[in-house]
Every structure is written in structure tokens, then in C-alpha cells.
């Protein structure tokens, strides 16, 4: 099993903040610089939203929904701090089923 930590927004929300974009860029120059593997994902209208654990979650997020997902719970945590209007939440998959839970819906 693997445990997987997102936050969730507006696509427009996440996209355009100039906040996010700098935190992502700041996260991926260090991880080149160390030579860590990318653990965090942007995913637009991410197909693991849609299912019924999550419906409640995302009801009041005007569409369409995007995610920063990671392996990272205290990034995740980091981020919902710093971007504030987004909601917070774990899934955890099998190894058979994380390339699909991570793909989007196609539009």
C-alpha cells in the first residue's frame, strides 16, 4: 500500500497563484540539487476526486478541481497552511492502481 497526501482547490485558484508556483519551483530546485526523486504531483480534474469518499469533500470547490498530491504528509501540511483555501486529505492505493489514481479525467 501506498499512502498518498493531497490538498485540493479550483484549477484557477491553484494555477494562478503566484504562491504556489513559487513554492513548487523552490521544492523542485532543491530535490534536483539533492538528487531526490519527485514525490508531489499537480493533477487537474484528478480522477481519485471523483470518488464517493471524496464527494462531500470537494461539494463546495467550484470546478474544475485540481491537486497537489504527495508521499509527503508534511509538505501537504506545509501547503495547506500557506495557501489556505484548500482542503486537506489522505488516500491510500496498491501498487496495481497508483498510475491510474494519480491520471485525470478527461474532460
Request: without cysteine; positive net charge; proline residues 5%.
Amino acid at each position: 500500500m501506498s499512502t498518498y497526501y493531497f490538498v485540493a482547490a479550483s484549477e484557477r485558484f491553484l494555477t494562478e497563484t503566484d504562491r504556489l508556483e513559487e513554492v513548487l519551483q523552490e521544492r523542485l530546485s532543491n530535490y534536483t540539487k539533492i538528487g531526490r526523486p519527485i514525490d508531489f504531483w499537480l493533477i487537474r480534474n484528478p480522477k481519485f476526486l471523483q470518488s464517493h469518499t471524496f464527494k462531500l469533500m470537494i461539494a463546495n470547490i467550484p470546478g474544475p478541481i485540481a491537486s497537489i498530491v504527495s508521499t509527503d504528509a508534511k509538505f501537504i501540511e506545509f501547503l495547506k497552511l500557506r495557501l489556505e483555501f484548500v482542503v486537506k486529505g489522505t488516500f491510500e492505493t496498491t501498487p496495481n492502481t497508483s498510475n491510474h489514481i494519480l491520471s485525470s479525467v478527461k474532460a
